[in-house]
């Protein structure tokens, strides 16, 4: 299990289960547990054992390790959802999932483009597991979870989420019953401290992510993402902070901030002849905003940039109910000449219907996807699909979590062009973002 610092008594109010079965296990938990600060900790041999717990009391993480032939883990999230339904558990914790992770071979069939060929030859491969359960598998039980309600972590060595932070994010984003209010309230201290960050800019730091052409390698764009270092609890991702930001209407103030951060790189770059488009991200609610197009080219003028630099990435973390009044705004922004682009594609609830009736310039296949196409076939007919739906839209596509060299290949064998992921290059401080550029640009 990777253990990263806590500051003391951070996670001394979590109340955490551990299910394991036998007591070494148990032990490794509880003693990585514990090392963080975590004072309120059960372990659960079973999972009637876990019922049992939820049923009695609140708790707020269940922490099991993914083992072969143990599947325990793995129905967490059925179990949870099923009390959640029946009314027995009111308050839902997060899962997470640990475990040792290994490189298996993996010897089958060679195929083409998802396909098997009865003639071809036997291919090996090495395939990143957890437990003995591979880790794309485990992604995609893990975002069937979520779009269940059940938040699912998995912790594993080069991921971006570790123990603490995972713990953090349970600290932040926790509902706390009110007796005074017969309600829950959300964790006030954090929400200050979102407002001071966002009105301050104390704390917060904009990454940039560049994008390639997979072949040449060539750097063809960049997004812009942002961080940001809590005072007492450090980096927070923006899986907490984002549900935060969005909760307390902060999302316009961010999304300023994050395009000037882009503007200043996109000057830097000018001034080196390199002109290459930047994406930030944005949700339905935000681009919603009265007169959005016409504030984004305002400020594009008066850095003197052409509007064609900026692309605006939509999440579908906050959905616009009103999808007349998205398509209006989408329109205006596309008409001024600023790319639009349908982030995650795959993932959310509602991709496809907004793919058929709204009009994009690009989209993102989820790195769930991209990390799952060297092992399931599955995942190549899914990504080959949206490439000819991209060829058939007219969108240019993007594949997104890159995570190993060995996919690129692949990937491009399936019709991808564009691709970003920590394969290629992580995400970079904009000094570094910007040397990167320049260096790579003297050598093109
Ligand atoms: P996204 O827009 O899909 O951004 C890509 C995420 O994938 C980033 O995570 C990036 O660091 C991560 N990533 C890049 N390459 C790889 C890889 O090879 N493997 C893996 N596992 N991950 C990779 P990050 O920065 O944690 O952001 C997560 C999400 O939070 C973003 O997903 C976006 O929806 C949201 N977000 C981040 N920054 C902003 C922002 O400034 N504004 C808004 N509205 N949302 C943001
Ligand atoms: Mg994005
Ligand atoms: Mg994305």
Not at 162 to 189: S, Y
Not at 232 to 241: K, N
Request: charge should be negative; hydrophobic fraction near 45%.
């Amino acid at each position: 299990m990777i253990v990263n610092a806590a500051v003391p008594n951070e996670f001394n109010a979590l109340r955490v289960i551990t299910l394991a079965t036998d007591a070494t296990c148990a032990n490794r938990l509880a003693g990585a547990l514990s090392s963080m600060g975590v004072t309120a900790l059960t372990n659960a041999q079973s999972l009637s054992d876990v019922q049992t717990w939820l049923v009695e009391q609140p708790v707020d993480v269940i922490v099991c390790e993914i083992r072969p032939g143990c599947d325990d883990g793995l129905m967490l999230p059925s179990l949870l959802k099923g009390l959640h339904e029946a009314g027995t558990v009111a308050q839902l914790p997060s899962i997470f999932w640990t475990g040792e992770t290994t490189l298996n071979a993996q010897v089958r069939a060679a195929e083409e483009d998802g396909v098997v060929s009865p003639h071809a030859d036997t291919q090996q491969r090495w395939i990143k597991h957890m437990g003995g359960v591979a880790i794309s598998a485990l992604e995609s039980h893990a975002r069937l979870a979520r779009a269940a309600g059940i938040l699912v972590e998995i912790l594993r060595e080069g991921a971006t989420l570790e123990l603490g932070d995972a713990l953090r994010a349970v600290v932040l984003t926790r509902a706390k019953p009110d007796p005074q209010l017969h309600m829950t309230t959300f964790d006030a201290l954090a929400e200050d401290e979102v407002i001071n960050a966002l009105t301050t800019g104390e704390g917060l730091r904009f990454v940039f992510q560049p994008q390639f052409e997979l072949l040449s390698r060539r750097v063809v764009g960049a997004e812009a993402l942002v961080r940001w270092k809590h005072p007492r609890f450090g980096e927070i991702p923006p899986s907490v902070l984002m549900p935060l930001v969005n909760r307390l209407g902060l999302d316009l103030l961010l999304f300023s901030l994050v395009e000037m951060w882009s503007i200043r790189a996109m000057l830097a770059l000018k001034r080196e002849n390199i002109l290459i488009p930047i994406a930030v991200n944005a949700s339905a609610k935000t681009l919603c905003t009265p007169h959005f197009a016409d504030r984004l080219a305002t400020r594009m003028q008066q850095a003197e940039l052409p509007n064609r630099l900026l692309k605006i990435e939509l999440t579908e973390d906050v959905p616009e109910p009103d999808e007349l009044h998205l398509s209006a705004s989408l329109t205006a922004i596309r008409a001024k000449g600023f790319q639009v682009s349908l982030d995650d594609f795959g993932t959310g609830a509602a991709t496809l219907n907004l793919l058929a009736n709204l009009s994009f310039d690009e989209m993102k296949i989820d790195g769930s996807f991209v990390r799952a196409v060297e092992q399931h076939s599955s995942s190549r007919k899914v990504i080959a699909g949206i490439v000819s739906w991209a060829g058939l839209l007219n969108l240019n596509l993007v594949a997104e979590g890159i995570e190993d060299e060995s996919t690129i290949p692949l990937l491009h064998r399936l019709g991808c062009r564009v691709g970003q992921g920590y394969a290629l290059a992580r995400p970079m401080e904009i000094e570094a973002f910007l040397s990167f550029l320049i260096q790579r640009n003297k050598y093109q």
